[in-house]
């Protein structure tokens, strides 16, 4: 690196900048951790989790979409965004039915994660427990939409990587879903297979391959960490 | 202890398991030879632990640990019992603090649920009535601290014991905050 590359201040901390970067792309490249449950190198970014809201010379914006500019003063570790991360969390949570303890994707969840490091030890808000049905017609994947963060990391996945166009989202406000492109609506009737990235990118529990649950020992597992008791 | 000043007054704790499965109180007793510390510092008011039938009858309570969520008339008499005798109310577990796996049963009609198992909805008034839903505690009254896990793992209900006993406000280490 030159003494001329253009590079911007986050939390007090210089980053490169390359053409393009937003934010959040030029902070995960250079190690720095903003949280975030939507964004993904491999696809577009989308800015529906929030999570990722840094203060931008004072202006709060959505790193995963907002461009990179040198010489701007990024703040992410401060206590009202922290607070805000909680609130966006304890929103997620009660918004599905995220009962970890039977879910298979614990400790892999990115979702979970995320609520654990904001410190999150309770929901704060009442509980929506919505009752979408689960889709189980697909032989080698499951669908439990009531899992599901409306992150659209598989529509952007099937879009984008796959080519295929499996999912969307549909609806309006609290009646957001994930939509199957399939004459039945049914992803055992949609092009989807085991094979494809969008049946692999989910963050959480809602999009899951089958048969394969529960195989990591805890301990083992993607988030666990030494305090993990196993 | 501070050799200086004198010993403070022992703590009364209350708990007790609602729609729970004992497995946050089993985790509690998993602090093993810390419980011989604990009593030294606390005495236990009701609790599966005590013959004690009602909580703070004489004495009202410091500290009431509260496992599992609501799911029938009889849990919400005593949460709020709870409530109201016990000065720091906490949260223990996934049931407690979210409804928890038995909250599954929310997508399916009480009734049809009663009559599938028993045949028939057992109608003795001694029984209390199952709610429609099961409910996280924090829907029916204030808590003052949760501790999640599903149970919550031994240290953190040790961590949040000595928090309290000390006077600060408990803040679980980053490791202790578990979901599952």
């Known amino acids: 690196m ?25 902070a995960a490249r250079a190690g720095l951790d903003i949280p975030h449950l939507c964004w993904s190198e491999e696809v577009s970014g989308s800015a529906s989790c929030r999570l990722c809201t840094v203060l931008a010379d004072g202006r709060p914006v959505a790193a995963c979409v907002t461009p990179a500019v040198a010489g701007q003063k990024v703040e992410c570790r401060t206590a009202s965004l922290a607070t805000q991360r909680l609130r966006l969390l304890q929103m997620l949570f009660v918004e599905g039915n995220h009962f970890c303890p039977g879910c298979e994707k614990s400790g892999n969840c990115v979702l979970q994660v995320q609520a654990e490091r904001a410190g999150m030890t309770e929901l704060h808000f009442e509980v929506l427990n919505p009752e979408r049905p689960v889709d189980a017609s697909h032989p080698d994947v499951l669908f439990e939409p009531n899992r599901c963060i409306l992150c659209q990391l598989c529509v952007r996945a099937s879009d984008e990587l796959d080519g295929k166009r499996v999912f969307a989202i549909g609806g309006h406000g609290i009646a957001t879903r994930l939509l199957i492109d399939s004459p039945s609506g049914r992803l055992g009737d949609s092009a989807l297979s085991v094979d ?35 | 202890m501070n050799a200086s000043s004198p010993s403070p007054r022992k703590l009364r704790v209350a708990t007790v398991s609602l729609a729970g499965c004992f497995g946050c109180h ?59 005798r016990c000065t720091v109310l906490v949260a223990v577990g996934a049931c407690a603090i979210t409804g928890g796996l038995p909250a599954l049963r929310n997508h399916l009609d ?40 599903c149970p919550p793992p031994a240290d953190a209900f040790w961590q949040l014991l000595q928090d309290l006993m000390a006077g600060r406000t408990p803040v679980p280490a980053p490791g202790l905050i578990r979901y599952d």
């Open chain 1, 2 to 26: 030159s003494a001329v590359d253009p590079t911007f201040d986050l939390d007090g901390q210089p980053v490169a900048l390359q053409p393009g970067d937003t934010i959040l792309s030029a």
């Open chain 1, 196 to 230: 494809d990235r969008a049946a692999h990118i989910c963050p959480v529990g809602a999009l899951l391959p089958k048969r394969v649950g529960f195989a990591v020992p805890i301990g083992q597992r993607r988030f666990d960490t030494e305090d993990t008791r196993g």
């Open chain 2, 26 to 84: 089993m985790s509690l007793l998993d602090i093993d030879e810390r419980l011989f510390d604990l009593v030294e510092r606390v005495d236990f008011d009701r609790s599966p632990l005590t013959d004690i039938k009602t909580v703070g009858e004489h004495d009202r309570c410091d500290i009431g640990l509260v496992e599992g969520g609501l799911c029938n008339a009889e849990n919400v008499e005593v949460l709020r019992a709870f409530r109201a």
């Open chain 2, 110 to 149: 009480v009734g049809d649920i009663m009559q599938s198992v028993y045949g028939r909805v057992p109608d003795d008034p001694e029984l209390p009535l199952p709610l429609n839903r099961v409910l996280p505690i924090h829907e029916v009254v204030r808590i003052d601290h949760a501790l999640p896990g």
